[in-house]
């Protein structure tokens, strides 16, 4: 998942063509706050997705329509918001590079804004679930974010399954430095053939792994494609690089002016049915290919309204600080999510509640999780970043 912190708060360099002097795409030290303000809906996705397979299956709403309903509308909400984020995560790296960066610097960045709350999630789920069921190699998979790279299901999803994406994201740090080059090299006339052609490979790597690969047996929750084609199709940092790289070509279309912008209303209406649509379809397509286009556009069209100054619901204040804090959200909330169900069964000494209180469960639960989510960034998160992002004598010069 992608939380690019200093992204959207530190004011990138602009780009200036040299023939003309002007700067092109972006206005110097423009900022993105629409983009942060929808990182929090897309955790919220991710939020919706794991209570779906935790609270109504387990706790709340029992096997009611009502949790059916609710289970099969959030099905492939989880999915969704990782893409969100992959995409997100190569724009707005690319949005406030820094023409005098060092890949090592950047790297330390990321080390410092990502590892220290991923080590903090790691240890509350041992201590607080995950310990008693997980055997020492695949704690130590999780620790050093690895458990992405064995083709298990059970393996990729253990301790705090959300982590799974930052195993993924690590290899996208490891290789943006090099990637950026490489765009950077692209004729600007050809970037649209080279966003359609990765577009085309997420579309296709599905159809490719069907093709390809039993079927069977199938995915734990009996969807229809086995574990190694669903690491394969989803999980796999190297196939999942083509979604960071499609956020770096839309970043660098959007700064050079070669972005073809819907707007966010149009762009918001074909997401929703695009997800719609993945109701309809085989599961691997649901869980990338359907709706990669219209979160291209919605990315490209919330910086573009940012770059030209105009109003968006996602801009706000309140917005704004969900967004800075989804990424403690993202990491906590299976957590909450696990612990509050557990208290709430043994407290009441009940298996199942009925559907207004698994409502109200469910909203406690979201506020909870959003509240140590707030406490974790404020107390551990901000400091940290602030403090350890640069270089001892960097930091000495700057005071």
């Given amino acids: 998942m992608a939380h690019e912190e200093t992204a959207v708060t530190n004011a990138p360099v602009t780009e200036v063509d040299p023939r003309t002097a002007r700067v092109s795409g972006r206005p110097s030290g423009s900022r993105l706050p629409s983009l942060t303000g929808l990182r929090f809906p897309a955790a919220l996705m991710v939020f919706f997705y794991h209570s779906s397979l935790l609270i109504p299956s387990i706790a709340v709403f029992g096997y009611t329509a009502l949790g059916t309903r609710y289970s099969a509308i959030a099905a492939n909400a989880g999915a969704l918001g990782v893409s969100f984020f992959f995409v997100l995560s190569g724009f707005v790296l690319t949005w406030s590079a820094r023409e005098r960066d060092t890949p090592r610097a950047f790297w330390r960045r990321r080390f410092v804004k990502i590892y220290p709350n991923y080590v903090v999630a790691w240890v509350l789920a041992m201590l607080l679930f995950a ?89 734990p929750g009996n969807y229809d494609a086995s574990p190694l084609q669903y690491w394969l199709a989803y999980i796999v940092p190297p196939v999942r690089l083509l979604d960071f790289a499609l956020g770096i070509l839309i970043a660098r279309a959007v700064v050079t002016g070669r972005w073809r912008n819907i707007r966010l209303v149009w762009s918001g209406l074909a997401l929703v049915g695009c997800y719609v649509l993945t109701m309809y379809v085989p599961y691997l397509y649901a869980q990338r290919a359907v709706c990669v286009i219209p979160v291209a556009f919605l990315i490209g069209a919330a910086a573009k309204a940012d770059a030209d100054g105009r109003f968006t619901w996602f801009r706000n204040r309140v917005m704004t600080w969900l967004g800075e804090v989804s990424f403690a959200f993202y990491l906590l909330h299976f957590i909450v999510i696990t612990v509050v169900v557990r208290y709430m069964r043994e407290l009441f000494g009940i298996q199942f509640f009925s559907a207004p209180a698994g409502v109200a469960l469910l909203l406690v639960t979201l506020l909870l999780a959003i509240g140590v989510s707030s406490v974790l960034y404020v107390v551990f998160e901000r400091p940290i970043t602030r403090h350890w992002s640069t270089r001892r004598s960097r930091r000495r010069a700057t005071a």
Avoid at 204 to 209: E, I, R, S
């Fill in 131 to 219: 310990g008693a069921t997980t055997p020492a190699w695949r704690a130590v998979l999780n620790l050093f974010m690895l458990q992405v790279w064995l083709p298990d299901f059970f393996t990729n999803f253990s301790v705090d399954p959300p982590s799974w994406s930052l195993g993924a994201e690590a290899v996208f740090y490891a290789s943006f430095p090099l990637l950026l080059h490489l765009v950077k090299r692209i004729d600007l006339a050809r970037l649209k053939f080279w966003i359609a052609g990765v577009i085309a490979g997420i579309v296709a790597t599905p159809l490719v792994v069907y093709a390809l690969l039993p079927s069977t047996p199938n995915v």
